[in-house]
């Protein structure tokens, strides 16, 4: 075996150049969801925050708009661009019947959204609320708020 040596000047430089480039709110895909149960399985991901959290979502397409008349979810409109990488549009805390939703929904459709990404782990208004905080942070949410 040959011993190696490492520049840590230069993998500290990496580090930081990575960190720079990568943006604060970011999808971060689950390895594996084989072998969930349900006919078929949840397309499940997660999203890192600002705070370092993460938050497991299920990804719904646009054909499946109201998500939100019998439970209440933090609720991101993503696009993707031509390497599939996700970026949110907006991010909204819901409530159960939300009655902008759909309005928020049309608005994120016109602006390039086409998944909804829903997070309903959270235990109240004020959870929810600051979930969207989290996931909004310091990236542009292209003219649309929660």
């Known amino acids: 075996m040959r011993d190696r040596t ?8 990496d580090l930081k150049a990575d960190r720079a480039t990568r943006p604060i709110t970011r999808e971060e895909r689950l390895r594996s969801t084989a072998g969930l149960r349900g006919s ?13 959290r993460r938050y497991v979502v299920v990804v719904h397409g646009f054909d499946q708009p109201d998500l939100v008349t019998a439970h209440p979810a933090v609720v991101l409109a993503v696009r993707r661009d031509a390497e ?16 902008g939703y759909l309005g928020w ?6 602006l390039g959204a086409v998944e909804i990404h ?24 292209a003219g649309v708020s929660p």
């Open 6 to 13: 490492i520049s840590w000047a230069a993998a500290l430089r």
């Open 40 to 52: 078929p399985p949840a397309a499940l991901s997660a999203w890192r925050g600002v705070s370092g």
């Open 84 to 99: 599939s990488r996700a970026s949110p549009v907006a991010v909204r805390a819901c409530e159960t019947g939300d009655s």
């Open 105 to 110: 929904l049309a608005a994120c459709a016109q």
């Open 118 to 141: 829903v997070h309903r782990l959270a235990e109240g208004q004020a959870e929810r609320a600051a979930i969207a905080r989290d996931l909004t942070g310091p990236v542009p949410a």
